[in-house]
T-cell receptor, first 112, second 115 residues
């Protein structure tokens, strides 16, 4: 079945460091891919998305490119801030379904 | 735009009581709403999907008689946890999807504690 695998955290970085959170997926067909962010005590917010191969989603300095050949959608940011500390979820939506399939989430802590 | 609210944000109740959680799409019409449950430091587990005006579709292992879902309008869905027990304590999150869109917008979540 469809699934998402993301790197386990927690990830701890110093401010202004480069961030990569790996995400790979298994799906039939051509899913849409999403990154959601969850700040402490809050619900999820859509961070970015990509709907087809080679699409790049970007928002707030974060980027992720839909790589069909490697079935990946890694999240990157060139210079993280303390305010980026949160849990990041990779998710996919198959074109035959309507419910999101979430990865387990990766906790990011950015220290000053 | 695309704001989803949940009420209440926090609820503490005694074992055996029922709790109702509301999920509203504030600035769009949601043909489909989803209810998730999240345990501490874990991912979201889909509980059920509701389409306006029809019965909810529950995921395997979710008791439909315990978790009653009503989607009476295009902007409101409710989840009622009936006869709540301590093991029902969790973070419940709803999401809403506008018609014609594949993007889900999430509410801020409701933390339920059953004593």
């Amino acid at each position: 079945g469809d699934s998402v695998t993301q790197m386990e955290g927690p990830v701890t970085l110093s401010e202004e460091a480069f961030l990569t959170i790996n995400c790979t997926y298994t799906a039939t067909g051509y899913p849409s891919l999403f990154w959601y962010v969850q700040y402490p005590g809050e619900g999820l917010q859509l961070l970015l998305k990509a709907t087809k191969a080679d699409d790049k989603g970007s928002n707030k300095g974060f980027e992720a490119t839909y790589r069909k050949e490697t079935t990946s959608f890694h999240l990157e940011k060139g210079s993280v801030q303390v305010s980026d500390s949160a849990v990041y979820f990779c998710a996919l939506l198959t074109n035959s379904g309507y419910a999101l399939n979430f990865g387990k989430g990766t906790s990011l802590l950015v220290t000053p | 735009g695309a704001v989803v609210s949940q009420h209440p944000s926090w609820v503490i109740c005694k074992s055996g009581t029922s709790v109702k959680i509301e999920c509203r799409s504030l600035d769009f019409q949601a043909t489909t709403m989803f209810w998730y449950r999240q345990f501490p430091k874990q991912s979201l587990m889909l509980m059920a999907t509701s389409n306006e005006g029809s019965k909810a579709t529950y995921e395997q292992g979710v008791e439909k008689d315990k978790f009653l879902i009503n989607h009476a309008s295009l902007t409101l869905s409710t989840l009622t946890v009936t006869s709540a027990h301590p093991e029902d304590s969790s973070f419940y999150i709803c999401s809403a999807r506008p018609g014609g869109s594949e993007t889900q917008y999430f509410g801020p979540g409701t933390r339920l504690l059953v004593l």
